[in-house]
Nanobody, 122 residues
Framework: QVQLVESGGGLVQAGGSLRLSCAAS????????MGWLRQAPGKEREFVAV????????YYADSVKGRFTISRDNVKNTVYLQMNNLKPEDTAVYYC???????????????WGQGTQVTVSS
């Protein structure tokens, strides 16, 4: 079993920054790659970023490349998403997720958290 708890969402103006955190727990959590997905109103859930527990294998969706940074703290079992230069189109519920890289990039992970709302005003 894997448990994921996100925090750090909120309301920010365009051009601003937010940092999301994901506390991961469970005996098998280190078996999976970790990622962030998001879902905007009326849209399907989409892949944002992925990282493995060794800190490598970082990959981003084109829409966030150069603005978002995924990282992890192995001591705290926490994954972060630093979001800079936010745009109104980044508005969505952001989910921390765990599974294979393929499942994460397809937006169909086996494990995900409850989500945290990010709203970017213009």
């Amino acid at each position: 079993q894997v448990q994921l708890v996100e925090s750090g969402g909120g309301l920010v103006q365009a051009g601003g920054s937010l940092r999301l955190s994901c506390a991961a727990s469970g005996r098998t959590v280190r078996n999976y790659e970790m990622g962030w997905l998001r879902q905007a109103p009326g849209k399907e859930r989409e892949f944002v970023a992925v990282i493995n527990w060794s800190g490598g294998g970082v990959y981003y969706a084109d829409s966030v490349k150069g603005r978002f940074t995924i990282s992890r703290d192995n001591v705290k079992n926490t994954v972060y998403l630093q979001m800079n230069n936010l745009k109104p189109e980044d508005t969505a519920v952001y989910y921390c997720a765990a599974d294979s890289r393929t499942a994460l990039r397809m937006g169909r992970p086996g494990y995900w958290g409850q989500g945290t709302q990010v709203t970017v005003s213009s």
